[in-house]
């Protein structure tokens, strides 16, 4: 039988996910805890690290800290709440 695309690549996909991209996934990733303005409020996630497991996902902290909003065009001012 053929193999499909998506079997060949589950093992490269896998591996690619749990080495690489999970590893630095929370430098893009971030969530915001505030209405999109000059400034966002950012939500601070940790991960819990086993020493040989694979990564755990990232769960919020309960901490968050006032970041400038360089992401979107709602820095400009154009999707910020009207005061």
Same mark, same amino acid.
């Given at each position: ?35 999109? @303005?000059?400034?966002? #409020? ?8 086993? +020493?040989?497991?694979?990564?755990? *996902?990232?769960?919020?902290? @309960?901490?968050?800290? #006032? ?8 820095? +400009?001012?154009?999707?910020?709440? *009207?005061?």
């Amino acid at each position: 039988a053929p193999k499909t695309k998506e079997t060949w690549s589950t093992g490269w996909v896998a591996f690619y996910t749990e080495h690489a991209y999970r590893r630095i996934e929370d430098n893009w990733n971030h969530v915001i805890g505030s209405a999109p @303005g000059a400034t966002v #409020e950012v939500c601070e996630r940790v991960r819990p690290r086993p +020493l040989i497991a694979p990564l755990g *996902d990232l769960e919020l902290s @309960g901490k968050s800290s #006032e970041m400038i909003n360089l992401g979107s065009y709602n820095y +400009l001012g154009f999707g910020g709440v *009207d005061e």
